[in-house]
């Protein structure tokens, strides 16, 4: 079996969705590894290492033509997705919730697409193969670094002969994979912080990191399925807002990760709480994309300085701003899905393993994925039970 590993193409992508230290395993599990010319280079790593481990770097019609599985980081192009063929196979980051009409492109054409981003979270047997943990950790420790860089002051308590600078005070919204890896970089950097998430089980894991948990007086438990959040009623949400604005404002360094899957990510940071922050603060929104955000003055991709002056990121990729590190976690991730799925030199995606079931979206021409197909299903079919 052929395992193609393309150059990703996609705005600011740096990452590769194998490096060479990944290699050995898989062809030591008599897979023929294909690296597209050039793969490696936006995260530092020249051809010849590929080749040096192994690989056979290859140009991208010899790819697309003898691959028998595309391996990628983020979901193909248009263009990209055209090139694949009936038979093949595409696995990489492919947001088939975001983007089903790609699946529907897939089936139809006969490709099966394997996503990254179903593993189940909460399997201890997927752990190595969680990529949207390995991608959130690097994105919680850039967004401290990011936010320190923007920050016109020291993260620590500093006493020098020239005076005494405070420790920066820093939020935490959300305290998943993400926000985890925010407050332990901010505490390293000397930081005093708080943090806070609508699933209680996270007090403690906060707390053992260092940071004081924000208790609110209107207590909201929205622990949903998988170990993922529910949505916010209105009424949840008003009231934790009113009490999270005053917390806001005494802010120097607000950071926010919050996500509720296949869905808007809540708005957290209000204007009205933007304007009570003080000038030379800092908000890093990492759940701001073409959807929306988490705070409503971010613009996703963008660094904005409000009229109060507080500077607003909302970087859109932040694992890509760390290739190196983010690509060796990424690979490993495919890499143990991989092995996972081949028996025998070749894809066994047999439906009842609890791994092979909720990544493969398309399969033999059809949509296997019953979320994928909901979404594809117009409405007026819906409310008439189809
Ligand atoms: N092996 C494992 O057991 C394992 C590994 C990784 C993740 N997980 C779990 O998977 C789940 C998802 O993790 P994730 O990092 O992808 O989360 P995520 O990116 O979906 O969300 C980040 C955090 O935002 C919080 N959030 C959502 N809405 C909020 C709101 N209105 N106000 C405040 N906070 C809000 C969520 O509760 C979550 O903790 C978590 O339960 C995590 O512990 C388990």
Redesign the pocket.
Known sequence: MKIGVVRETAHGERRVALVPDALGKLIAAGLEVLVETGAGLGALIPDSAFADAGGRVVSAEVLYAESDLVVRVQKPSPEEAARLRSGQAVMGLLQPLLDPGLMATLAAQGVTAISLDAIP??L?RA?SM?A??SQ?NVGGYKAVLQAANAFGRYFPLLTTAAGTAKPANVLV???????LQAIGTARRLGAVVRA????PE?REQAQSLGAQFVTLKTQID?TGS????RE?TGEE?AS?QAELNEVIGAMDIVIT?????GRKP?V?VTREAVAKMRPGSVIVDMAASALGGNCEASRAGETIVTDNLVTVLAPENLPASMPIGSSAFYARNLSSLLLHLVKDGALNLDPSDDIANPVVITLAGEIRSESVRKLLTPPAAVAAGA
């Open positions: 979270r909460m201890s752990q969680d949207l943990s959130a919204l959300g305290i998943g994979v993400a926000g806070y998430d609508v699933r996270t929205a998988g170990g993922y959040a916010l949400r934790q990760t919050a996500q509720v899957p809540p957290l």
